[in-house]
Every structure is written in C-alpha cells, then in structure tokens.
C-alpha cells in the first residue's frame, strides 16, 4: 500500500502542475490576443472617417522586410505599390507583359485584407524604351489600349481602384507635353478612362497628380475632369499627391482645393503623402537642380538624427494637415503615406541622392515618431 501511494503521489502532483500550466498558458495567449485586439493603430483610429494606408515595395511583399510587413499588417487597411506596377516593370517589351511581382502584391492585399490601388496604367515617365521609340500614332494608341486593357482586366473583380492617369498636368494647368498628348492629343485621356472601366467596370477609377492645391494647377484638373465626364468617361476620384513640406502649402490651400475636387462629384483621396524636413534647392536664389548639392551640410543638415525642435514641427505640423482632413470626412475617402518608414522613403534621394530625411510617421527602426503620436490625438480627439 505505501509503494502503491509513494508511486501514484508524484504522478498526480506531475499531472495538477501540467495542468496549471495548461490553464497559465491559454490565459497568458489569451492576454496576448486581447492585447493586440485592443492595441491602437492607425487604421483602427480612423475607421469612421477613412481608409489609411502607405505605399508598399518588393521587399515588404516578399516578406524580406518582415519588420516592415509587421506594421502594414497592424496600421493600415490600404496599400499602393510603390514601383512595381509601372509600365517599364509590367511590360518591358511589347505585348510581352510581366505579371509576378504584380500577382504578388495582389496576393499580399487579399491574404490580409488590403484595399489595394493600381499605380499606375497611364503615366509619362518609367516607361518602357519601346514606348518611346514607337513613330505612329495608331501604333501608340493600339499599344497603349492594350497595355490597360490587359493590366486592367487581369486583376478584374481583386483591386479597389486604379491610378488610370498620373501627372498629366503642366504647372499652369495646361496638358503636360507627353509623347500620349503629342501623338494622340487629348482624346488619350478620355480613352484610357473608357478603356480602363471596359476592362472592369467596378473598379474606381482616379486621376492622381502632385501641386494640385496649387491654384493654377487646381483649375487646370477641374477642366481635365470636366473634359473626361463631359465625353462620357467615368472618373470617380481625384488623387491629391501630399508630397509637401512643414511650411507649405497652407492649410487653406488644402482645404479651398479638397472643397473644389468634391463639388465635382468626386471622392478626394491624399495620396503620396510625406512631408520634408530638408531645404528646397529650388528656394535658392539661382539655384539649378542640376547643381552639385551632394554632401552640402546645408542641403543635408540633419544626417544622424532630427532635432527635438524639428521633430515637434512636423509633429504639429501633421496634426494640423489631420484636423484638416478629419474636418472634411465626408469628402475624403482616403490617405496614403508614401512609404512604411523614414528609411524608405524616396526623399531621401530627391532631389539630392544621399540626403538623410524624416518625412514619414515611423522612423528608421519602425518605431512611431512624435507625428505619430499626434496623428493618434486627432484621430481620438471626439470634438473635432
């Protein structure tokens, strides 16, 4: 009897403390579940009022970026290929097109439940060197109705909505000079709208440019949008690229330009939005870009980190662009950064290769910065 207890006693003890750690376990997963539930983030913060999202690369659909796919999965509900879907990457020859890295990102927006923005199927630069050379204008046009018929029709039914034409305008809102407006005039534009809602007539279909707070430019994309419904094209929104910088353009620019864009029946997106801390080349009195800015102290004053004094007036900086934005919720129907984190940011080689710049919400460690913090405020702040 004693042999039978001395035997049977450690294994009940074993037994009671595995399961102890049974119940410790599921509860310390449930805390941990509950914690990322519970955890606030961009997308969660601003759900009522619009999708939030950021430009993605290769190396963050691949999963090389893991650090980088960790936040995309937590803060955003939209991403916008950042290069990858260009014409020069989608058909490098013609009618010989190259669909993978595409089918990736497509892959990536519905395995984690991504709205995800073509960029783009109609644009004067990156694209490929036959395009170029091509002498005809039927040529032109029967390459490049194939080029977004195709494109188009592959992702059918998988994206929300396409960039159809990017940057078509001049600074004074005439029609930029593009080998499209020089061969085909402006019917192109009209056309590549059709052709796009042919290839699928559900998906959104927008014209997305920079400066287009600037008022020139904004009368310019009022008589470019005119032109497209007046002709029977269907255009359901206006991408105002937010590439802008802590002093400019003024909160009153954004908002005389948000206010116009939406009285043509449109959803105003911010899209490409990052905001430079580093000094223009163009504000230089007789400046040249083509000058030689490389390793300027001036041009590049900021190269290991950015200063408290900067760093809370860009903080203030975005807090003020998002009160905007949250003000006119009814109109805007998207915001895209452009880029996950400082560090891949495409400022930080524009207009001077080699510059350190820190224009996004996250830095160079994927930790949020201080505009993030006050992005967060306004998104919580239930008076405004």
């Not at 939030?52 to 509900?77: H, M, P, W």
């Not at 290839?199 to 920079?210: M, T």
């Not at 919400?361 to 992005?375: E, N």
Request: net charge negative; with cysteine.
């Amino acid at each position: 009897m004693k042999n039978y207890r001395l035997a049977t006693i450690p294994s009940k003890i074993v037994f009671l403390l595995s399961m102890i750690f049974s119940v410790f376990i599921s509860c310390n997963e449930r805390l941990k579940k509950d914690e990322v539930k519970e955890r606030p983030s961009l997308k969660k913060s601003f759900k009522k009022e619009f999708l939030i999202g950021s430009a993605v690369n290769d190396f963050q659909i691949t999963g090389k970026d893991s650090l980088g796919v960790q936040l995309i999965r937590t803060e955003y509900n939209t991403i916008t290929p950042e290069n990858s879907m260009k014409w020069m990457f989608m058909e490098p020859e013609k009618g010989i097109f190259n669909f993978e890295m595409a089918d990736q990102y497509i892959d990536f927006s519905i395995k984690n439940d991504l709205a995800f923005i073509g960029h783009n199927l109609v644009w004067h630069s990156q694209l490929a060197d036959w395009v170029t050379k091509i002498e005809t204008k039927e040529e032109l046009s029967e390459s490049l109705k194939n080029h977004i018929i195709t494109i188009a029709s592959r992702y059918k039914g998988k994206i929300h909505g396409w960039d159809v034409v990017n940057e078509a305008l001049n600074e004074d809102g005439t029609l930029r000079n593009s080998i499209f407006l020089e061969k085909l005039g402006p019917e192109y534009l009209v056309n590549s709208f059709k052709w796009a809602q042919e290839a699928d007539p559900d998906v959104e279909l927008y014209y997305n440019d920079y400066n287009m707070t600037n008022p020139e430019k904004r009368t310019g994309a009022i008589k470019l949008v005119k032109m497209l419904q007046e002709n029977g094209a269907k255009i359901d929104g206006i991408g105002m690229q937010g590439h802008w910088n802590l002093d400019g353009p003024s909160l009153a620019e954004i908002e005389e330009s948000i206010i116009a864009y939406s009285k043509l029946g449109l959803k105003v997106m911010i899209t490409e939005l990052d905001i430079t801390v580093l000094p223009n080349p163009w504000d230089l009195e007789g400046a040249e870009i083509s000058q030689n800015f490389e390793n300027s102290e001036f041009m590049n004053p900021y190269p290991d980190q950015l200063p408290d004094s900067v760093s809370n007036k860009l903080a203030k900086r975005y807090q003020d662009i998002f009160k905007l934005f949250k003000k006119h919720t009814d109109k805007i129907s998207r915001v895209t950064f452009w880029g996950v984190n400082d560090g891949q940011s495409w400022l930080n080689n524009w207009p001077i290769r080699g510059r350190t710049n820190y224009p996004l919400l996250f830095d160079r460690q994927y930790k949020p910065k201080a505009a993030y913090q006050s992005v967060m405020q306004v998104a919580n702040d239930t008076t405004l």
